[in-house]
């Protein structure tokens, strides 16, 4: 019984991680179609019908490339921190509730932070390992970036845990039955989304990456199947923070018109890539340490406070 619950899981978690890797593959595609529309161009259309296999002849070609070692890089780093930041988002997917609860956890949403807090780790060890300046420098802006937008962002998480008391991703769904929590909690759902652009290092916050003043930043150095391995983690990470957004603003993932606002969310980031210019790192920082973080804290006291009264 237990092995066959054991070969149950390990199946289901393959078929989930292809369903991702092809979710992926397709998101590239429809970024660079809406990027070409926003900038009247077509965008890729000569693989396949209306460049339809454009993201697997790209990924071909990536995996087949030559991998160069840099002279002085750290190796054994440089080589593993691509694989371990892919490893790190497919775990986050797995602590997602489906519909068989292989993988329900009592406190799902607990495990995810812990795996997302790990993932900061990666682009720091991928940039130290490069052994160049661009990569360092964009590693150690990605740095100072995520930890500051985490507090705000678990701050908010915090209100919505503290609205439900539990830790469990169900609940959420449960809760939101008969009314979404975007109608009550609409100022912090704003900033809950921007953070998320934050810690995903998009558009207008991609200073990890800024091409204009770091090369290519904290991946400068990487190229073939590692600088691929990067990218897959990278929207693998966009699917999954619009999937956790979606089911804590907006009810049940069990709904039809969930899959449907979930897609909206995954098109309005690269919506907004295509639109706004990149932020200056000052404003960056004051935005989260001086608006988002006393906004959060004070949205926090209110609920406490209503919470009290309740009981009371």
Same mark, same amino acid.
């Given at each position: 019984?237990?092995? &066959?619950?054991?070969? &149950?899981?390990?199946?289901?978690?393959?078929?989930?991680?292809?369903?991702?890797?092809?979710?992926?593959?397709?998101?590239?595609? !429809?970024?660079?179609?809406? @990027?070409?529309?926003?900038? @009247?161009?077509?965008?890729?259309?000569?693989?396949?019908?209306?460049?339809?296999?454009?993201? $697997?002849?790209?990924?071909?070609?990536?995996?087949?490339?030559?991998?160069?070692?840099?002279?002085?890089?750290?190796?054994?780093?440089?080589? =593993?921190?691509?694989?371990?930041?892919?490893?790190? !988002? #497919?775990?986050?997917?797995?602590?997602?509730?489906?519909? &068989?609860? %292989?993988?329900?956890?009592?406190?799902?949403?607990?495990? =995810?932070?812990?795996?997302?807090?790990?993932?900061?780790?990666?682009?720091?060890?991928?940039?130290?390992?490069?052994?160049?300046?661009?990569?360092?420098?964009?590693?150690?802006?990605? +740095?100072?970036?995520?930890?500051?937008?985490?507090?705000?962002?678990?701050?908010?998480?915090?209100?919505?845990?503290?609205? %439900?008391?539990?830790?469990? *991703?169900?609940?959420?769904?449960?809760?939101? /039955?008969?009314?979404?929590?975007?109608?009550?909690?609409?100022?912090?759902?704003?900033?809950?989304?921007?953070?998320?652009?934050?810690? *995903?290092?998009?558009?207008?916050?991609? $200073?990890?990456?800024?091409?204009?003043?770091?090369?290519?930043?904290? &991946?400068?150095?990487?190229?073939?199947?590692?600088?691929?391995?990067?990218?897959?983690?990278?929207?693998?990470?966009?699917?999954?923070? !619009? /999937?956790?957004?979606?089911?804590?603003?907006?009810?049940?993932?069990?709904?039809?018109?969930? +899959?449907?606002?979930?897609?909206?969310?995954?098109?309005?980031?690269?919506?907004?890539?295509?639109?706004?210019?990149?932020?200056?790192?000052?404003? #960056? !920082?004051?935005?989260?340490?001086?608006?988002? *973080?006393?906004?959060?804290?004070?949205?926090?006291? +209110?609920? #406490?406070?209503?919470? #009290?009264? %309740?009981?009371?």
């Amino acid at each position: 019984m237990y092995l &066959n619950m054991m070969l &149950n899981s390990i199946i289901i978690f393959m078929d989930m991680m292809l369903m991702i890797l092809i979710s992926i593959a397709f998101l590239t595609l !429809m970024e660079r179609k809406v @990027l070409g529309y926003i900038q @009247l161009r077509k965008g890729p259309n000569k693989v396949g019908l209306m460049g339809i296999f454009q993201p $697997f002849s790209d990924a071909m070609k990536l995996f087949t490339k030559e991998t160069s070692l840099i002279l002085k890089s750290n190796y054994l780093f440089y080589l =593993i921190s691509p694989l371990l930041s892919m490893m790190i !988002m #497919l775990m986050l997917w797995y602590n997602i509730p489906m519909f &068989n609860n %292989i993988m329900s956890l009592k406190m799902n949403l607990l495990m =995810i932070l812990c795996i997302m807090s790990m993932s900061v780790y990666m682009m720091m060890m991928a940039g130290w390992s490069s052994n160049s300046i661009y990569s360092l420098i964009g590693s150690m802006r990605s +740095i100072a970036q995520t930890i500051s937008y985490e507090v705000s962002m678990i701050l908010i998480m915090l209100n919505l845990i503290l609205l %439900i008391e539990s830790f469990n *991703l169900i609940k959420f769904s449960d809760f939101q /039955y008969y009314q979404w929590f975007m109608l009550m909690n609409f100022p912090i759902m704003l900033i809950f989304f921007v953070s998320f652009l934050a810690e *995903l290092n998009r558009t207008p916050f991609d $200073f990890a990456e800024g091409e204009s003043e770091l090369v290519s930043g904290f &991946n400068t150095e990487y190229m073939s199947g590692s600088f691929a391995m990067i990218f897959i983690a990278e929207y693998g990470m966009i699917m999954f923070m !619009m /999937y956790l957004f979606t089911m804590f603003f907006w009810g049940d993932f069990k709904s039809n018109y969930f +899959i449907f606002i979930f897609m909206m969310m995954v098109y309005l980031t690269l919506w907004i890539r295509g639109t706004l210019p990149r932020f200056r790192y000052d404003n #960056l !920082m004051m935005l989260t340490w001086k608006i988002y *973080l006393p906004i959060s804290l004070s949205y926090l006291i +209110i609920i #406490l406070c209503l919470k #009290l009264i %309740i009981l009371i």
